[in-house]
């Protein structure tokens, strides 16, 4: 299994210019989240999804839209990329409790470079 | 303040020392903590989920203080391959869905 898989893994935009991130997993996992991390902060919620057909924002969701149309996919849209959102961005997917109740572990993509000049 | 605060470091540590650090959580209602090891320029994973007893795999051992409101790791028998940054991880209700607050992490380096 591939898990869960970003692309691209770098990417350079100019003002104003869009862009989608898209994330796919082959685990069935129904939760699926967009992070960003930027130096000296942690990981931050963008937005996420508990199911397909649904989305949520996080919180730091502005800039950012997404759409889970298949449960596979979860996928990130910048309509108008600003230098604020130079970033790395991080999908994630997990099933968020296992059968004995505990938590389940977050699975990540491998991140996408993202600079905004 | 930040929800979940974590030393920067670097924690420079002889292979073969321990090294113990923590992180500090605001929400006293958190009910599930972890442990997520970061490689440079890698994605996180789980290294430990962190349970109210305390709980230890091999080398690492986790503890929870609810009291103080912090948990912390400890690593011992260092080797170089446990230099990394160490997230701190800590979630709030059991039906908080992507309310997972991420600390900026601890830079750990394990030297020769």
Request: proline share 4%; glycine share 8%.
């Amino acid at each position: 299994n591939a898990g869960v898989t970003q692309t691209p893994k770098f990417r350079v935009l100019k003002t104003g210019q869009s862009m989608t991130l898209l994330c796919a997993q082959d685990m069935n996992h129904e939760y699926m989240y967009w992070y960003r991390q930027d130096p000296g902060m942690g990981l931050r919620l963008i937005h996420y999804s508990v199911g397909e057909g649904t989305t949520a924002k996080g919180e730091v969701p502005d800039g950012y839209n997404v759409s889970r149309l298949k449960k596979q996919n979860f996928l990130l849209g910048l309509e108008s990329a600003a230098p604020s959102q130079t970033s790395v961005y991080f999908c994630a997917s997990s099933n968020d409790r296992n059968d004995r109740g505990r938590e389940e572990k977050l699975f990540f993509g491998s991140g996408t470079q993202l600079s905004v000049l | 303040r930040k929800e979940v605060e974590q030393d920067p470091g670097p924690f420079n540590v002889p292979e073969g020392a321990t090294v113990a650090f923590n992180c500090t959580y605001s929400n006293s209602a958190s009910q599930s903590f972890f442990w997520y090891r970061q490689d440079c320029r890698k994605e996180p994973k789980l290294l430990m989920s962190v349970y109210s007893s305390g709980n230890e795999d091999g080398r690492f051992t986790a503890q929870l203080n609810r009291a103080s409101q912090y948990i912390s790791l400890l690593i011992r028998d260092s080797k170089l391959s446990d230099s990394a940054t160490y997230l701190c991880v800590v979630k709030g209700r059991s039906d908080s869905w992507g309310k997972l607050q991420f600390g900026a992490g601890t830079q750990v380096v394990v030297t020769p």
